[in-house]
């Protein structure tokens, strides 16, 4: 596809939910990211790949938040037992890497009731 | 200390002004700078890259300053349609090359 593509565009899930955030990337695009973002904040960094590498994943919160990319292109991420806090716009974003600009998708609105 | 830190603002100018925004980011080895447009409710959206030499797409210029780890984006002539938040963003170096963290952002508001 021509932009970064992410489903489903919204979520709604209740506490103790597991939920799956798909992105697929711009067709070879190495860098992959993943981003959250709370009402009023930039993007807060989660994890990124470097085709199936997952190059740093120091910003997942919890070890309740899980993210793959096993081909090197689609990726998820997971959130097993979501909590309300979990609750943000998830934003990937892809990129050619080495200080290439990223492409963002239009995000997934996760909300946890 | 956040990486890189912004004035959220918000800044309100009438249409024709000059604005600046400035960010400072803490990781001197950070290689890449860049300034995106975050529109209400839509995904960030790049603006332009930053360079040392400085650079200027029509109304916008950016600076990069390495000494003091500051960027700057400055908006001339602001219309309507400038309204948004703008978020300043910096590669990481080093052993976190290729990550790259966003300031909080900062909100431009301009009226007629």
């Known amino acids: 596809g021509a932009g970064v593509s992410q489903s489903p565009r919204y979520k709604v899930a209740k506490r103790g939910q597991d939920v799956a955030l798909r992105c697929d990337p711009i067709?070879?695009?190495?860098?992959l990211f993943w981003y959250q973002q709370a009402l009023g904040q930039g993007p807060e960094f989660l994890t990124y790949?470097?085709?199936?590498?997952?190059?740093?994943k120091s910003g997942l919160p919890s070890d309740r938040f899980f993210a793959e990319r096993p081909e090197g292109s689609v990726s998820t991420l997971k959130i097993q037992r979501t909590q309300q806090e979990d609750s943000a716009v998830y934003l990937c974003?892809?990129?050619?890497?080495?200080?290439?600009?990223?492409?963002f998708g239009n995000g997934t609105r996760l909300t946890v009731t | 200390r956040k990486e890189v830190e912004q004035d959220p603002g918000p800044f309100n100018v009438p249409e024709g002004a000059t604005v600046a925004f400035n960010c400072t980011y803490s990781?001197?080895?950070?290689?890449?700078f860049f300034w995106y447009r975050q529109d209400c409710r839509k995904e960030p959206k790049l603006l332009m890259s930053?360079?040392?030499s400085g650079n200027e797409d029509g109304r916008f210029t950016a600076q990069l300053n390495r000494a003091s780890q500051y960027i700057s984006l400055l908006i001339r002539d602001s219309k309507l349609s400038d309204s948004a938040t703008y978020l300043c963003?910096?590669?990481?170096?080093?052993?976190?090359?290729?990550?790259?963290?966003f300031g909080q952002g900062t909100i431009l508001t301009v009226h007629p």
């Open positions: 963003v910096v590669e990481a170096g080093g052993t976190s090359y290729g990550k790259l963290t």
């Open positions: 930053v360079y040392s």
């Open positions: 990781n001197s080895a950070s290689q890449s």
């Open positions: 974003a892809s990129s050619l890497g080495g200080g290439s600009p990223l492409h």
């Open positions: 790949f470097q085709n199936e590498a997952q190059l740093d």
């Open positions: 067709s070879g695009h190495v860098s």
